[in-house]
């Protein structure tokens, strides 16, 4: 069943390509049966298992990784159906989505050096020939770009793990667990990671690539691409091995990066600018609560995960909502629209809550066990630092729902009118930040932690 999951991805690019007519519809009915796959297997093949010579793992971490993106994924075909006019493009998006989403399986089920690479970078690839969807100069070149900085940062990942086989005659992670590395290995690894995750000063691509349609722009922010450097630091760095020394200065580069993305947030225009600047902001707060090597820490992690994965897809959707009815990414010309779309103005502003932190949404639980876990590590700045990137988080994003939805700047019709679908995937992650929170709530029977 797991050789299934992870192939099933490819097969239906595959049969998109082939059914050309029909591709949205193999896309998302493919993407529903993993997803009931991932929730109905059982615990017990939560375990290693080898195809052709590669070892594959099956554990929590993976099926919180895989269980995410896949969901989230199924929305973001559910919301093409509206977005999509060209069935050209619909069949293109279809395609290299579907293998977007296969590479990001293929990463969190790897127990293989080799193979997380591999993944990594067709995830990479796919990132390049989606964020140039309509082929124009401009659109290339920022896709270039962000192939250019992904694939370098990869390359000396990749100069590491060599390293690694070198000393251990072995790229299995489950037999080099507990390795003690050096720093410099460490920053070796860290640097493909943050090139994929989009840390300062190698963020600069994923703003960029805001030119690319939104269901592109949700599944790299949302979904799969950002999120699996969030993953490679995890399964490398807290589940596999140890590092000698001090890494401070990658906790700190970290919380630099979500600081400033969340200043520059704060005084740009382009709606889907914001929230690119916001997930690199976000990204910042999880790789610094990572590098923290606490469990509180990672439990808050693997929570904010969660609650940003869906929290960000729902507002990047609403982005493209808003681009087609009323034309414009500029957010000082749109129009506050919450009595026409009293569902999306839920959508967003549950999603809106849930990245900002606000309980009993989702978000909340993953900020607060990272903001106290430095505090019980007695890194004071860390956490003071911490808390002024969530009040960051809150003043651009209230911004934005002001134009949206509240202010009226001047009489408007709506210049497209496929939105019932792209409101409805919205309204449901919405839904689930604000009831996965309650649902913590109640298995901690009222506690915060």
Not at 3 to 20: C, E, R, T, V
Not at 191 to 218: E, M, N, Q, R, Y
Not at 298 to 321: E, S
Request: charged fraction near 15%.
């Amino acid at each position: 069943m797991l050789i299934l999951i992870i192939i099933l991805p490819f097969i239906g690019a595959l049969l998109s390509k082939l059914i050309k007519r029909f591709s949205l519809h193999i896309a998302t009915s493919i993407t529903f049966i993993i997803f009931i796959l991932l929730l109905f297997l059982p615990d017990i093949f939560k375990t290693n298992f080898e195809i052709l010579g590669i070892t594959f793992l099956w554990d929590d971490l993976s099926f919180i990784f895989a269980t995410t993106s896949t969901f989230i994924g199924l929305l973001i075909f559910l919301y093409s159906f509206g977005y999509f006019n060209d069935e050209k493009k619909r069949v293109f998006f279809s395609f290299w989505a579907q293998i977007f989403l296969g590479s990001m399986l293929g990463v969190v089920f790897s127990d293989n050096l080799i193979s997380i690479y591999f993944f990594w970078e067709i995830a990479g690839l796919c990132s390049y020939r989606l964020i140039g969807t309509y082929r124009e100069k401009e659109h290339l070149i920022k896709s270039e770009k962000a192939f250019l900085i992904t694939v370098t940062g990869a390359g000396i990942m990749f100069l590491a793990f060599a390293y690694l086989y070198s000393i251990t005659g072995t790229f299995s992670l489950s037999e080099m667990k507990g390795l003690s590395i050096s720093p410099i290995i460490f920053s070796s690894i860290f640097l493909g990671v943050i090139t994929k995750s989009a840390t300062f000063p190698l963020h600069t691509w994923l703003p960029d690539a805001s030119v690319a349609p939104t269901p592109v722009t949700a599944f790299l922010h949302a979904a799969v691409l950002v999120k699996i450097g969030i993953y490679g630091l995890l399964r490398l760095f807290w589940k596999t091995f140890y590092i000698e020394g001090n890494i401070i200065w990658a906790i700190y580069l970290a919380i630099f990066s979500s600081l400033i993305a969340g200043f520059v947030a704060l005084v740009e225009k382009d709606f889907k600018k914001i929230l690119a600047y916001s997930t690199v902001s976000q990204l910042g707060f999880l790789i610094s609560g990572i590098l923290l090597l606490n469990d509180k820490a990672i439990k808050g992690v693997l929570i904010f995960y969660v609650a940003h994965a869906l929290g960000k897809g729902g507002l990047f959707l609403t982005a493209g909502i808003m681009e087609k009815i009323l034309g414009t990414k500029d957010i000082s010309k749109m129009n506050g629209i919450i009595k026409k779309l009293p569902i999306l103005t839920f959508g967003y502003f549950f999603s809106m809550l849930s990245v900002i932190g606000i309980p009993p949404f989702l978000g909340f639980f993953g900020k607060i066990n990272i903001i106290i876990s430095a505090l019980e590590k007695e890194y004071l700045l860390i956490s003071f630092l911490l808390i002024i990137s969530s009040i960051l988080t809150l003043l651009y994003l209230w911004r934005t729902f002001k134009f949206l939805f509240i202010v009226e700047n001047v009489n408007f019709e709506f210049k497209y009118k496929r939105i019932e679908v792209m409101n409805f995937s919205v309204f449901l992650i919405g839904f689930f930040s604000f009831l996965l929170g309650i649902i913590y709530l109640i298995i901690h029977k009222g506690g915060f932690l």
